[in-house]
């Protein structure tokens, strides 16, 4: 199992913010089994909606590739 070091929202690959994607990246399991875990852990007391709210506004988005349509203004 392979991880990476960064933790970034991907810009491809999101349902709704990208947390769960990041997540799983930086571990090295599915998206999708990340998103059933949150789903899941909501289910039990606790500030999981917070902190995924938190991750939401801390982590950058993924660098957009160098060839992109539009330029930054």
């Given at each position: 199992m392979s991880t990476s070091t960064s933790l970034v929202r991907p810009t491809?690959?999101?349902?709704?913010?990208?947390?769960?994607?990041?997540?799983?990246?930086?571990?090295?399991?599915?998206?999708t089994t990340m998103r059933v875990i949150f789903v899941a852990s909501c289910l039990l007391p606790g500030p999981q909606f917070l902190v995924y709210l938190?991750?939401?506004l801390l982590l950058p988005n993924e660098k957009k590739s160098s060839g992109s349509a539009h330029p930054a203004w």
């Open positions: 491809h690959g999101r349902m709704i913010a990208g947390v769960c994607a990041a997540l799983a990246h930086r571990f090295g399991i599915s998206p938190a991750l939401w």
